[in-house]
């Protein structure tokens, strides 16, 4: 393939084909990251919504900086991974106290940002500054491997490496932004992981995969996410319009989020016996009985039963908050509070 032909052929399709978002009609580095950081493990569709949302409450890297992380995880609440909303808060506090406000142009000092890998700090350097670094991600590695017939292992470093060298061998030195976001649009809408668009393909008389019959085998990824599962059983404990509630510390999934008073065990337990086991709340008797929840993540399934029990005296309501540790919140504060989007669905369908 003769140099420059990779980047004329995508740009070209790109100005055809790619879809109108936001992010895309500027040069502010602050909607640049933030749109950035939330597409990470996250489809355009779900994620838009959110951009929006920061974007009317936060408009700018120093009212981002100013907010309460928990206002900030709450505003998050529903996308998951939520390290990137606290990595989100910051680094735009330290935009704001290292760099006065503004984001740095270079590749090698955007890395060094909280929450901020290669892919991003290329990203922000190339959209918003024009830097001629190559954005690597999934999209990018599906490309790259079936146009051109690579079969480095994109799950290891070295395979890694190989591919970032080369998506910086074809990049456009002229508009290395538009480069980087057709390689991304084309490996989101047309060169797709499962039934990919090759007989109406910019590529399809030059790209490896097409000729010899290759797109289920390329990308070349061997390792395999192993899946967790958990047997979550959550304490619902109520007295007179008041809850009782913790926020998550260990590290763990939903830090910084709130929750109720949890039991895991390795398998679903019948409330009894947990009821039995736990001490404050061994002379209560449920409210309600609901089936299991089945809440997947990318990395654990889990199975979570919610047990709801009145406690009909304020004092032992007390007692059970204290020594469980947990505090009691009011209708309205829960509803203010950052919870994992299977507890807030709970609280909704009532």
Not at 151 to 170: H, M, Q
Not at 203 to 218: T, Y
Not at 300 to 316: G, N, R
Request: net charge positive; aromatic share 10%.
């Amino acid at each position: 393939m003769k140099e420059g032909y990779f980047s004329k052929k995508i740009v070209q399709w790109y100005h055809e084909s790619h879809r109108d978002l936001p992010w895309r009609n500027t040069q502010d580095a602050y909607k640049i990251w933030l749109s950035e950081i939330i597409l990470q493990q996250t489809r355009v569709a779900q994620g838009l919504p959110y951009y929006q949302k920061f974007i009317q409450q936060y408009p700018d890297v120093r009212s981002l900086a100013r907010a309460k992380e928990q206002d900030v995880l709450r505003l998050w609440q529903g996308l998951g991974y939520y390290t990137r909303a606290r990595n989100l808060h910051k680094c735009a506090q330290e935009v704001v106290t290292k760099f006065g406000g503004k984001f740095p142009q270079t590749f090698e000092e955007l890395k060094q940002l909280s929450g901020i890998g290669d892919y991003t700090a290329a990203a922000i350097a190339s959209f918003a500054f024009h830097q001629p670094v190559a954005v690597v991600d999934g999209n990018v590695y599906r490309v790259l491997s079936r146009v051109f017939g690579i079969e480095k292992d994109v799950a290891t470093p070295e395979g890694r490496k190989f591919f970032f060298k080369k998506a910086n061998e074809l990049i456009s030195t002229t508009d290395p932004a538009t480069h980087n976001q057709a390689v991304m649009e084309f490996g989101a809408m047309h060169c797709l992981p499962q039934n990919p668009k090759c007989e109406d393909c910019v590529f399809s008389k030059a790209c490896v995969a097409n000729l010899n019959a290759l797109q289920s085998v390329l990308p070349v990824k061997s390792k395999k996410l192993k899946i967790r599962k958990r047997y979550m059983h959550y304490f619902i404990i109520r007295h007179g319009g008041k809850t009782l509630m913790k926020m998550r510390e260990e590290k763990d999934i939903w830090k910084g989020l709130y929750d109720f008073h949890l039991i895991e065990k390795k398998r679903t337990h019948k409330i009894e016996n947990l009821l039995e086991e736990n001490d404050p709340l061994s002379n209560y008797h449920p409210a309600t009985d609901r089936k299991p929840v089945k809440h997947i993540l990318s990395h654990q399934h889990l199975i979570v039963k919610f047990i709801e029990i009145d406690i009909p005296s304020e004092k032992e309501f007390i007692r059970i908050g204290k020594t469980l540790g947990l505090k009691s919140y009011s209708l309205k504060a829960v509803e203010d509070l950052p919870k994992p989007i299977l507890i807030e669905r709970l609280l909704n369908s009532k």
